[in-house]
């Protein structure tokens, strides 16, 4: 089984005069993808592979520099539940095994009386456009799936508004996987540890290097390759459970790199949630799972990655 490809041509950022023929095919790929593999690369989207060498550019310089000087923008910092920077082993994506071998900085809210990192001009600017393209293109993505699934096209997209604020927990993660002396790592430690994402869908954005990894259904791992110009798109949990596991919700990991490998490996990761007051309950009206609010539902999940207090 392979990870398929979507093609949006006519659909970009900057297009929606697609024909209702044409439309209706793309519902009817995204769905296939969603329903059997959870996992959907999409290409000519209109986000360019030059925009995301860019971000991992920047990001590459503030991953770069001393830990002392990234410390004051750790994510505990501020008053905020995830907007900033997460060092080297802090989170363990699946809590059976040892922290992460990876680092990253989360931007959720785009107000510039935050904090930011300072030794990096263009960071936050960076970031910020790009939080918005990810934003735009997700909106068109959340708008097919509902079509897709034959309801209101606006079932999704209408607790999706207001991404970037306060009151909703999307968030643009950059990460940096530094080189790994595999028989240094500890047992069991991964990059990035087999878990499924908690939120509505997921952008991925990788580097060349690679590395990620997809559970089929037929519960073997398949590689999901770096693919220049694409976006990597996946249903999250709150999804799956929205939809009455008509999506799939895939595990995913990143392992470590075969011994005497000392690349670094970077990615980009837009993980958009529902706004943090809408109730999430079945679209289908079976009740198969209680209403559940989606702040509460995600303050739970994180709760598990950053280890319980
Ligand atoms: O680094 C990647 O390619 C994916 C990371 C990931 O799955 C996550 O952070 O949820
Ligand atoms: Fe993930």
């Given at each position: 089984m392979e990870i398929p490809i979507v093609n949006f041509e006519g659909y970009t950022l900057e297009e929606s005069n697609i024909s209702s023929q044409d439309l209706q095919k793309l519902c009817n790929s995204l769905k296939t993808a969603f329903t059997e593999v959870g996992f959907v690369y999409l290409k000519n989207t209109g986000i360019t592979q030059h925009e995301v060498d860019e971000v991992m550019k920047i990001s590459k310089e503030f991953f770069d520099l001393p830990a002392e000087m990234k410390l004051p923008l750790s994510r505990s910092t501020y008053n905020d539940p995830n907007h900033g920077w997460v060092s080297l082993e802090r989170e363990r994506l699946n809590p059976q095994r040892p922290g992460d071998l990876k680092e990253a900085f989360n931007t959720r809210l785009l107000q510039p009386d935050i904090k930011w990192p300072e030794n990096v001009p263009g960071f936050r600017e960076k970031q910020v456009s790009f939080f918005m393209r990810c934003k735009d293109l997700s909106l068109k993505v959340l708008k097919l799936m509902g079509r897709s699934l034959g309801l209101d096209p606006d079932v999704f997209v209408s607790?999706?508004?207001?991404?970037?604020?306060?009151?909703n927990g999307t968030t643009l993660r950059t990460l940096y996987y530094p080189p790994v002396q595999s028989d240094h790592a500890k047992e069991g430690q991964l990059r990035c540890g087999e878990h499924s994402d908690y939120g509505s869908i997921t952008l991925v954005f990788q580097s060349p290097e690679g590395g990620l990894e997809v559970l089929s259904r037929s519960g073997e791992y398949i590689s999901a390759p770096y693919i220049p110009g694409t976006a990597l798109l996946n249903i999250a949990d709150l999804m799956q459970r929205w939809t009455s596991d008509v999506f799939i919700s895939a595990v995913h990991r990143v392992l470590l790199p075969p011994s005497g490998n000392s690349n670094t490996r970077q990615s980009l990761a837009f993980f958009v949630h529902p706004d943090d007051e809408a109730l999430i309950t079945c679209c289908d009206g079976s009740n198969k799972y209680p209403p559940v609010n989606s702040v509460d539902y995600l303050m739970e999940r994180f709760k598990e990655s950053y280890g319980r207090k």
């Open positions: 607790a999706h508004k207001y991404i970037g604020t306060d009151k």
